[in-house]
DNA sequence: AGAATACTCCACCAAAAGGTTGAGGCCCTA
DNA sequence: TAGGGCCTCAACCTTTTGGTGGAGTATTCT
């Protein structure tokens, strides 16, 4: 080991940002170069220090993680970004992989995961575990919502009854009826409630 | 500063762990002597190091952050326990704070706000911001919802319907009707699925 | 004993939600 | 250009949900 492994931290917990960087300051072969709170940040720090790894949460201020994860990948495709992230089974893991994560890691995880996970990516290898690479590409397979479905969906999570949500998006109630018919299919359930507390398990949409 | 306050850290993730270790090792007055990841774990330490102070996640394995809370001031009255949470807004910080916690943090604070805290509590004043207080006190005037309505509201979070509802608890459906009708006028919503996001989002019920 | 609270249930009604079928317009791609 | 996906809307029907008012029982607190 020449080099050391640069690495930036990208959390909105200060917390978590210390415990990363006193984690990775016991190792010998990589360090700490850059940290970022938010998204915005993460994009700029990334331009400054060109790290050979980021380890980005998904839930973060300003721009999220898989937003922050596109852009930096639009500028630097090869960058190595590893997701962190506290929730198991969190939709927004998928969409993360899809913008170029190489890795996927719990907060819960121990300090050899963390660098296991850091030296595979690093090597170019990616380090997704069997279970979400499994639902990874069962969700490929399985129906996804359209975009006009995600807007109902959002305003069912939100509380709105039909009528509302057809005045919001300037539809008819038939309309807005037809939209949740297929989303109660696609996301096999019976009625909206349902529709609602899967979609937040699920990580389609967040109550933030 | 002749002692040194000594201090318990409880969370399931050991990045936050070491994070909390790391940011009070930089501090003169104050150490980690004692880390658990679940709550069984936090109360047998307790009973051996007695820590001054007690960093306390909620969201824990095997007994919640509250229980152990209640457990260990049941047994050791005088114990100093702050409360870590990741979410603003949640039900169980009032919880924590009922069954005894003496401060109360979010995880994005800085390292300044967390010195505070410990020293505020160690010198035996609370620690609760200005808002939580008037949440809290609002809490206790506010209508608070009975064992049979959280069992109702349970199951609606569940996805289930009335008639589901009223086998689950061997009741009628009507009487089912009667809870969901104080459920909704208490928790100021109109309908059972506002009802289900609204109790996730003040962290009445939980998904899990 | 009396009041308050929680839990149970009924009837009736109105509104909302869900199921089904069919159909027209738009855009993209094979 | 023909099909496919998406978005839009309509009519019709059934089921579910929510609103209102009343009522009986058990328990607990005063």
């Known amino acids: 080991m ?3 492994i ?11 940002r210390q415990g990363l960087v006193a984690l990775i300051g016991t190792l ?12 915005s940040e993460a994009v700029d720090l990334y331009r400054v220090h060109r790290p050979d790894i980021t380890l980005m ?29 506290t929730f198991d089974g969190d939709e927004d893991i998928y969409r993360a992989l899809q913008a170029g994560a190489k890795g996927y890691l719990l907060k819960g995880m121990n300090a050899d995961e963390l660098t296991d996970a850091i030296r595979t990516v690093h090597g170019g ?17 399985g129906p996804s919502l359209t975009g006009r479905e995600l807007d109902v969906l959002k305003r069912i999570v939100g509380g709105r009854s039909n009528k509302e949500i057809a005045s919001d998006l300037f539809i008819s109630e038939a309309t807005v009826k037809t939209h949740i018919n297929s989303i109660l299919s ?23």
Chains 1, 2 share one sequence.
Not at 6 to 16: A, E, S, T
Not at 28 to 39: L, N, T
Not at 62 to 76: C, D, L, P, S, Y
Request: avoid cysteine; proline fraction near 4%; charge should be negative.
């Open 57 to 85: 949460d998904l839930r973060l201020p300003k721009q999220n993680g898989v937003e922050a994860i596109t852009h930096i990948r639009e500028e630097f495709p090869s960058a190595r970004i590893i997701v962190l992230t």
């Open 2 to 4: 020449d080099e050391l």
């Open 186 to 208: 696609k996301l096999g359930v019976n009625d909206r409630t349902q529709a609602a507390t899967t979609a937040l398990q699920r990580g389609i949409v967040h109550l933030d």
């Open 125 to 141: 290898k990616s380090r997704i575990p069997a279970v979400v690479a499994e639902r990874l590409a069962e969700r490929m397979g």
């Open 6 to 16: 640069q690495i930036m931290v990208v959390d909105d917990h200060h917390i978590v």
């Open 28 to 39: 010998p072969d990589m360090k700490v170069v850059a940290q970022a709170s938010d998204g």
